[in-house]
């Protein structure tokens, strides 16, 4: 507080400002104003500062949500149409065999237990100089773990349940790699006596263009391939010749069957990659 020239100053320890009950009066030249009480200004909005930076470093800035492709949406690089199966092949505009190891092709390798079927479809896979995939019905039956339905213990309405499922599986499969570009071929044991079950459960899951094929050695080779075999791959010696004279109805289908009784992998390769491709210039009917 300011105070007049040569007014006294108030005695020491005593508040400063004027009323009786400071026991001071200031000097009667120049009186003091009342103070005054003006209201209080509402304080202004508090500015919220930036966090400080440390030299060297910024805050993350959250990256912008990505947007979906258009119409890409179903699994892999392509949208899968609903329901639309593999068409035919079409056969190339000259008269020579295609080549066979370049086309994009689904083939279902048919044949009883010990013919070889996973082995050559596996190594056929293996060669192609285009992208090819092998679809195992049996292993993708044995996707199931806990409550697995082993053919072994009988054929019925549960082992069927879940042999209808893997084929599905596999259909579907097979459906999406051909709409990537990747061929493929499955291996599983058709009989020529249950058409629903067999044949026409392939096309329906993966359409008319698909290429059986039929692997069919002999039943001495059958049953010596089938003694190599382990767990539940294995069958009886009565359950293959049994399962061989049935596939025997396949003779005269009109679907080409290959005899590899005495060829080994690769040579049967070798002959699928020739049928493969006649029946890519003229699809079987079936």
Not at 134 to 142: G, P, Q, Y
Not at 146 to 157: E, I, L, Y
Request: aromatic share 6%; hydrophobic share 35%; with cysteine.
């Amino acid at each position: 507080m300011h105070y007049a020239v040569g007014a006294p100053l108030p005695p020491h320890g005593q508040a400063s400002g004027p009323g009786a009950a400071m026991h001071w009066t200031p000097h009667p030249g120049q009186p003091t104003p009342p103070p005054s009480s003006p209201a209080p200004a509402a304080p202004p909005p508090p500015v919220q500062q930036p966090a400080p930076q440390q030299q060297g470093w910024h805050p993350p800035v959250p990256p912008a949500p990505r947007q979906p492709a258009p119409g890409n949406d179903a699994t892999g690089q392509i949208r899968l149409p609903a329901g639309a199966p593999v068409p035919l092949p079409s056969p190339p505009a000259d008269t020579a065999a295609p080549d066979a190891a370049h086309t994009a092709v689904a083939v279902l390798l048919i044949g009883p237990a010990g013919a070889g079927k996973t082995s050559v479809a596996r190594h056929w896979a293996d060669t192609r100089r285009v992208p090819t995939a092998h679809i195992s019905l049996d292993d993708v039956r044995e996707w199931v773990r806990s409550g697995f339905a082993d053919p072994q213990a009988g054929w019925n309405d549960h082992s069927e349940a879940q042999y209808r499922l893997a084929r599905r599986t596999c259909g579907f499969a097979a459906r999406n790699f051909l709409a990537n570009g990747i061929s493929c071929i499955l291996d599983d044991a058709v009989f020529p006596d249950r058409p629903v079950v067999g044949l026409g459960g392939w096309k329906r899951h993966v359409g008319p263009g698909l290429l059986p094929i039929v692997l069919l050695p002999g039943l001495e080779i059958v049953l010596e391939r089938n003694a190599r075999r382990s767990g539940n791959r294995r069958l009886s010696d009565e359950e293959v010749a049994r399962i061989h004279g049935r596939m025997a109805g396949w003779y005269g289908s009109g679907l080409p069957i290959i005899d590899n009784s005495q060829h080994d992998v690769a040579t049967t390769v070798r002959v699928l990659d020739d049928v493969v491709a006649r029946s890519i210039a003229s699809p079987p009917t079936w």
